[in-house]
């Protein structure tokens, strides 16, 4: 069955540090994957997406994220944390031509 | 441009009550969907429709009702409310095959 795991339910880090945020999916066919944040009281927005090609995507507000076929991974990074980039982020994977199968979320807190 | 407009934003319901969620998007997206989201569970479809009078259940359809007589509404009735029904509920659309899900702000709903 389709699901996308994402195993740190919180994750502090300083503002300034690096951040990474694991994503582990199970899905049987080459997979299209996604990002989604969610900040407090809003609905979720899209940050980045990969469908194929460079393992290595682009995303907005300075994020990007790799993947690893042979790891079943999607990880999340950003080289420096702002206070502004706490909030809840979902990964998710695209089942079909419409859903999206998402996973149970990293909540980020920042520390000034 | 409205985006995804859900109302209300807010309702306590008694258990058994009946009542509507509305979902209008304004942007000729063919595919709408429902989740709800819970603590710890991420986001969860609930049902979807790929355009109008075409709707299909997701993981957790039980309790909820859907139908599609427009591309713009896609309203989420649940017939007899119960407590486990308590949940924040997001509509969100996009266009085919390109995981771009555009959310709503969300519905919360608390059924005593």
């Known amino acids: 069955a389709q699901s996308v795991t994402q195993p740190d339910i919180h994750i502090t880090v300083s503002e300034g540090a690096s951040l990474e945020l694991r994503c582990n999916y199970s899905?049987?066919?080459?997979?299209?994957l996604f990002w989604y944040v969610q900040s407090p009281g809003q609905g979720l927005q899209l940050l980045l997406k990969y469908f194929s090609g460079d393992t290595l995507v682009q995303g907005i507000k300075g994020f990007e994220a790799e993947f690893k076929r042979s790891q079943s991974s999607f990880n999340l990074r950003k080289p420096s944390v702002h206070w502004s980039d706490a909030a809840e982020y979902f990964c998710a994977v695209l089942v079909g031509s419409y859903k999206l199968i998402f996973g149970s979320g990293t909540r980020l807190l920042v520390r000034p | 441009n409205a985006g995804v407009t859900q109302t209300p934003k807010f309702q306590v319901l008694k258990t058994g009550q009946s009542m509507t969620l509305q979902c209008a998007q304004d942007?000729?997206?063919?595919?709408m969907s429902w989740y709800r989201q819970d603590p710890g569970m991420g986001l969860r479809l609930i049902h979807y429709?790929?355009?109008?009078?075409?709707?299909d259940q997701g993981e957790v359809p039980n309790g909820y009702n859907v139908s599609r007589s427009t591309t713009e509404d896609f309203p989420l009735r649940l017939l007899s409310a119960a407590p486990s029904q308590t949940s924040v509920y997001f509509c969100?659309?996009?266009?085919?095959?390109?995981?771009?899900?555009?959310f709503g702000e969300g519905s919360r709903l608390t059924v005593l």
């Open positions: 969100a659309s996009s266009y085919q095959r390109t995981g771009e899900l555009f």
């Open positions: 899905y049987g066919a080459t997979p299209y």
């Open positions: 942007m000729n997206h063919e595919y």
């Open positions: 429709s790929v355009g109008a009078g075409i709707t």
